[in-house]
């Protein structure tokens, strides 16, 4: 479709009469639907987060998995399955969270010299402190904080 309107295009440049042929309606792409491999993603918070983040989780949850940080692995995913899963967390702050995580997740998987050590702190502290405020978070965080400390030096 877009080929034959690139074709309506040039002819009408070569002839000198823009507008003059039809151009064909391209239909938006559908969108996938979010299936993470390593966690389980309910509908109903599909459409208040952003599923990009999500799907970066994923992959670098898969990353880990294949480089033996298992123990990193699972408490990256039982924290974002906890923010996730979690009703009294607002949309912002749900979106907050999994920006952090992401960037964790980022951070684990990147090679000592790529890292950024006070992103990272910086991220931990606020970590930290949504773990005071949302109770679903903190069991998770509780444990998730000392492995990825150790992976971070």
Do not use: H
């Amino acid at each position: 479709m877009a080929m034959e309107n690139r074709a309506a295009a040039d002819l009408e440049s070569i002839v000198g009469l823009p507008g003059m042929l039809p151009r064909i309606q391209i239909p938006p792409l559908p969108s996938a639907p979010l299936t993470p491999n390593n966690f389980k993603v309910d509908n109903s918070v599909v459409g208040s987060i952003n599923t990009g983040n999500v799907r970066a989780i994923d992959v670098n949850l898969t990353y880990l998995y294949g480089a033996g940080k298992d123990k990193a692995r699972d408490a990256l995913k039982a924290l974002t399955e906890a923010v996730l899963n979690d009703a009294s967390i607002s949309d912002a702050q749900k979106n907050e969270l999994i920006d952090q995580i992401t960037f964790l997740s980022e951070q684990t998987v990147a090679g000592a010299k790529e890292r950024k050590p006070g992103l990272i702190k910086a991220t931990f502290n606020a970590l930290t402190e949504a773990s005071r405020t949302v109770s679903s978070v903190a069991g998770a965080w509780q444990v998730a904080e000392p492995i990825l400390r150790s992976l971070f030096g």
